[in-house]
T-cell receptor
Framework: DARVTQTPRHKVTEMGQEVTMRCQPI?????VFWYRQTMMQGLELLAY????????DSGMPKDRFSAEMPDATLATLKIQPSEPRDSAVYFC?????????????????FGAGTRLSVL | AQSVTQLDSQVPVFEEAPVELRCNYS??????LFWYVQYPNQGLQLLLK??????LVKGINGFEAEFNKSQTSFHLRKPSVHISDTAEYFC?????????????FGQGTILTVHP
């Protein structure tokens, strides 16, 4: 059963430390999304990639957050330096989006998330 | 701006009762609609989707939703809920075009089913 894999599942760190979260999308999917979930803001889209190219990272604080796709099987989200307000659950999702009216695959599949606590 | 409004933040119901979770979205020519469910400490799982065709869509676990273009609504229903349906439910919309695939989520509705 194909699934999106996120590591680590939990991360506790101290303010100022670097945090790296990893995501392995489902094989064959061409689009990867990063979301952040908090009680106050709900689900926020941070960034997304199509065919490894960044399409939109307007939801991401640029000064401390960075997202990359080194290859088709790995997406990373990095926070440097981390702050207590970054504490949240970070989700990765992937999907196959073909466009051009071929919308039958228009579904995002979510990983189980990384729960980040910055002390 | 694109927006999704889930009208109820919490919905308590008794087991075997019917339930409706309400969702409204900002209007657009091309829209795709989704309901996702999130169980505690898990990621989001797709319940059902509307892409085109019949306005009544059926999903997993006995849920269904109706797309109403004139009302810009996509309410989720289940005729008889179980304890295991207790979870948070998210309505989401994708507007197609150059940002196809990008989802805008509502704030979520926590459904609590009581015995």
């Amino acid at each position: 059963d194909a699934r999106v894999t996120q590591t680590p599942r939990h991360k506790v760190t101290e303010m100022g430390q670097e945090v790296t979260m990893r995501c392995q999308p489902i094989l064959g999917h061409n689009t990867v999304f990063w979301y952040r979930q908090t009680m106050m803001q709900g689900l926020e889209l941070l960034a997304y990639f199509r065919n490894r190219a960044p399409l939109d990272d307007s939801g991401m604080p640029k000064d401390r957050f960075s997202a990359e796709m080194p290859d088709a099987t790995l997406a990373t989200l990095k926070i440097q330096p981390s702050e207590p307000r970054d504490s949240a659950v970070y989700f990765c999702a992937s999907g196959l989006f073909l466009g051009g009216g071929r919308e039958d695959k228009n579904i995002q599949y979510f990983g189980a998330g990384t729960r980040l606590s910055v002390l | 701006a694109q927006s999704v409004t889930q009208l109820d933040s919490q919905v308590p119901v008794f087991e075997e009762a019917p339930v409706e979770l309400r969702c409204n979205y900002s209007s657009s020519v091309s829209v795709y609609l989704f309901w996702y469910v999130q169980y505690p400490n898990q990621g989001l799982q797709l319940l059902l989707k509307y892409l085109s065709g019949s306005t009544l869509v059926k999903g997993i676990n006995g849920f269904e939703a109706e797309f109403n273009k004139s009302q810009t609504s996509f309410h989720l229903r289940k005729p008889s809920v179980h304890i295991s349906d207790t979870a948070e439910y998210f309505c989401a919309v994708s507007y197609g075009g150059t940002s196809y695939g990008k989802l805008t989520f509502g704030q979520g509705t926590i459904l609590t089913v009581h015995p």
